[in-house]
């Protein structure tokens, strides 16, 4: 598939590749978890993925790649700027990582087809997203408990859910990408974020891709 260079290409993609999601779980044990994000210093991008040991919480691979990005900003259509320097990250891993944790959105987007979806579809590898903020959709409010959870509805449908990480503090927009279950998606969050508001898998390739630059 050519890679879109328009707002107009990038929006039929994303139309066209939204009806292959799967929001459902699928057998396999999680063992190699990778969080995925993208830094920026103008046009100049470094992508990292960052897999760690689901159990233990320790890293195991990381990869980062950097390069130009080719695409606009325009909301909503981020993945376009990001998924190819992350798509060349994951290859030069030794192994694929059974679930990737994103930086962003996966359902929890217009066309409900965030950066979580495109790279779930596009590597079929599980994926999920974790924002810092709601692109689109409201919630009720929260218990301050870790634990604590509400539905994110955007136009009636449940697109995501708002989860406390830690007693106090903001929550985190967990969103089905590919292959996984939201209640599955908020349970790999929740461990994910023994300590932190973020998970590990972010925190680290956060770390790892400011460092790229």
Known sequence: MDWPTTETEAIAVQNELQSLVDPTDHPGVVRRVAGLDV??????????????DRETLREVERAVVVGETRFPYVPGLFAFREVPAL???????????????????GLAHPRRFGL????????GIPAIGVAKNAFVGTHAELGSERG???????NDETVGTALRTQ???KPVYVSVGHRVSLATAVAHVLHLAPRYRLPETTRLADRACRDGL
């Open 167 to 169: 007693n106090g503090i």
């Open 39 to 52: 830094a920026y210093d103008g046009d100049h991008l470094a992508a990292a993925v960052v897999v760690l």
């Open 116 to 123: 979580a979806c495109h790279l779930g579809v596009l590597t």
């Open 148 to 154: 604590a959870t509400a539905a994110l509805v955007d």
């Open 87 to 105: 798509l060349a990250a994951l290859d030069r891993l030794e192994s694929a990582p059974d679930l990737l944790v994103c930086d962003g959105q």
